[in-house]
């Protein structure tokens, strides 16, 4: 598994791209007060569910791998060169 240097920082901007995403599918915006842990899973299971990330397997889906999979799939449409990539 790979591990990023600025994880939770691009965990952070996943979850702002996927909640866009999200809208864009039509999904309601999420509400206020909201937390970390039920963001992560609806989107997880909405890119999992549309094919935009690879699916872990179902005994293996808990929160911190969901959460790398957000990152992961972040990583793949950054540039190469960015900034959180480092390490």
Do not use: C
């Not at 935009?52 to 790398?68: A, F, Q, S, Y």
């Amino acid at each position: 598994m790979k591990k990023y240097k600025h994880e939770a920082q691009l965990l952070k901007k996943a979850l702002q791209i996927g909640e866009v995403y999200a809208l864009q599918r039509g999904f309601a915006k999420f509400p206020p007060g909201i937390s970390e842990k039920d963001k992560v899973e609806a989107l997880y299971m909405l890119l999992a569910e549309d094919k935009r990330l690879t699916p872990l397997p179902k005994d293996k889906i808990t929160g911190p791998e969901m959460r790398h999979k957000l990152v992961l799939w972040l990583a793949n449409q950054l540039p190469k060169d960015h900034e959180l990539l480092d390490g």
